[in-house]
């Protein structure tokens, strides 16, 4: 954390700030006239390591502390939330440096949309002291970085990600917040602005229609690390149904989780069918099929696909473009192929062709009717090629 | 994705060749990929469903192979070889939806979702014992993955028709010549 910040409450902003931050901004300003006269400087500890934080606390700051303040000026502030404020006595012991860390200045978010989100978790701090106040607290546990904490798997919160302590940030850090509460003087106002709070990030967090979760408690509602995950895992799986919601076409405009769930479950209905349909159209088509066209294609093809391939489906592809192509034309050459391809099948399914060569019926291996095999004058080529054609 | 969908045509194009041919039955070997679904005889006698039944399943084998390592790929191809291969993937807790839904949800909502939850679950292969955002993830590969076999079973399809067409064609055509020569 950088001791020195840009001085001027307002000033030192980009332009970009809404009314709400510059307001808490301003508030900063009267808190730190306010600690002029009050002189209140609690013993100062050093500044929290991530720079992360230093934005959060900013923002949850301000009302916090200056209620703090204004309710108990003298109060030396429990070491969890000293912190925060210490960061803010910083900033108040040095009024020139005041305001955003600078840290978060020059990164600070231009993007409109994540400016007024962070504008309005500014005013939920005002709120919000409980959670503000452990805010800071979460600036001991300053080494691991929310960001794995954070919700959004998903790509869309990444451009928006990169600042610290922006929005994804936040929740989490409120989620860890939670879980190392200390319980503040105004407990009850806490819990009151909480619950106002909570209500409007729950509208909020519908409204948006983002990728990513804000996790914030609820009123009553247990901060524990259990519930904590619990509401993580949701997150995960919301984030995973907007996938789904991208697969399915039609599906975004859908909202509401059920009528969701019933398109996608309709797709993949279809698509099942739509397999089968197609399987009985090809078993019509098919009584006996003439793949005298199709060998230049398959071989170029098998040939591509096969160097690309792992060993099973090397196999697989190599027994399969042995058969197909073994139809008409081309016999010779077939053969060679073919006998070239056995031996490298041979390599990959060792084990299947003792088995196999046991029982194999010699009268099964020259079928006059076959398309598929081209007489070998080999036997043996003939049994491999047979055998392969049973074996898969 | 060139791969996947010429695994699926070449097993594909496979099966429908075997469907001309008498082949002796073979035994399931579970342990390896053996495509044994083939092992059922199929001449140009075997009725019309027969033989798309077994289209069908070398149709889904072509499906599971084109997906290997994803765990619905794995369940449908035990489903097809009538194994027992639960072992192989770690398998996952089941799971409740209660997750899924915000607690803002009253207990009919997640009735609801429940119940479709449920619904995907059987839909999807091996979706049964799948928690919740799992299942979700198997769901979008899945349909990823059917989405191309659609397409390429289309193009086969396509591709054989002509090929028929042509042959009837010249058959015809030499039918005429010979006729002609006589």
């Known amino acids: 954390m950088e001791p020195t910040r840009s001085s001027g409450a307002g000033s030192g902003n980009s332009g970009t700030y809404t009314p709400e931050i510059a307001e808490s901004l301003r508030f900063e300003e009267e808190i730190q006239s306010l600690m002029r006269e009050n002189t209140v400087h609690p013993s100062l500890e050093p500044p929290p390591a991530t720079g992360g934080s230093s934005f959060t606390a900013l923002l949850g700051l301000p009302a916090n502390q200056a209620v703090e303040l204004l309710h108990d000026p003298d109060s030396g502030d429990s070491p969890a939330a000293s912190g925060g404020c210490e960061m803010w006595r910083f900033r108040l012991r040095d009024p020139k440096v005041m305001t955003l860390p600078s840290g978060c200045s020059p990164t600070f978010p231009s993007n409109a949309s994540l400016v007024e989100r962070a504008a309005r978790f500014s005013i939920f701090a005002a709120e919000d002291s409980p959670e503000a106040a452990s805010v800071p607290s979460h600036t001991h546990s300053s080494d691991h970085s929310p960001k794995p904490k954070a919700e959004p798997p998903d790509s869309d919160s990444q451009p928006i990600c990169p600042i610290p302590g922006e929005r994804p940030q936040r929740p989490a850090k409120r989620k860890e917040a939670e879980k190392g509460i200390k319980v503040k003087g105004p407990a009850k106002k806490g819990r009151s602005a909480e619950e106002g709070s909570a209500k409007v990030a729950e509208d909020n967090t519908g409204g948006d229609k983002l990728p990513y979760v804000h996790v914030r408690a609820r009123r009553g509602q247990a901060t524990d690390s259990h519930s904590l995950a619990e509401r993580a895992r949701r997150g995960k799986i919301n984030a995973r149904m907007k996938l789904l919601q991208e697969l399915v076409p039609g599906c975004s405009k859908i909202s509401g989780t059920a009528l969701v769930l019933d398109e996608i479950i309709n797709h993949v209905q279809s698509l099942q069918r739509q397999v089968e349909l197609l399987s009985m159209r090809l078993a019509a088509v098919n009584p006996r099929i003439d793949f005298s066209g199709v060998d230049s294609f398959l071989s170029a093809e098998c040939g591509r696909v096969a160097v690309g391939n792992g060993r099973g489906g090397v196999g697989m592809e190599q027994s399969a473009w042995m058969e197909a192509p073994a139809v008409n034309g081309g016999r010779r050459q077939q053969q060679q192929l073919q006998q070239q391809q056995i031996w490298h099948v041979d390599s990959v399914h060792p084990h299947q062709m003792p088995s196999v060569w046991e029982r194999d019926d010699p009268s099964h291996l020259f079928n006059p009717g076959s398309s598929l095999l081209g007489y070998e004058p080999a036997n043996s080529a003939s049994l491999h090629i047979n055998q392969l054609k049973t074996e898969l | ?182």
């Open chain 2, 1 to 182: 994705m060139l791969d996947p969908t010429a695994l699926s045509l070449f097993l594909f194009s496979f099966h429908t060749q075997t469907n001309t041919n008498p082949t002796p039955p073979m035994e399931n070997q579970g342990n390896d990929k053996t495509l044994s679904f083939v092992k059922t005889s199929a001449t140009t006698n075997a009725s019309f469903l027969e033989r798309g039944r077994r289209i069908k399943m070398a149709a889904e084998m072509g499906l599971a192979e084109s997906s290997r390592g994803r765990h619905w790929s794995r369940a449908l191809e035990d489903r097809l070889l009538r194994r027992k291969g639960d072992s192989a993937c770690g398998c996952q807790k089941e799971d409740l939806v209660q997750d899924l839904v915000g607690e803002e949800a009253g207990d009919d909502e997640v009735m609801e979702i429940a119940r479709r939850v449920r619904a995907l679950q059987k839909i999807v292969p091996g979706g049964e014992d799948l928690a919740t955002d799992r299942l979700f993830e198997e769901t979008a590969d899945y349909i990823g993955a059917l989405q191309r076999q659609v397409n390429v079973m289309r193009a086969l399809t396509s591709l054989l028709d002509r090929l028929e067409k042509e042959r009837r064609f010249f058959l015809s055509v030499k039918k005429e010549k010979r006729l002609m020569g006589e």
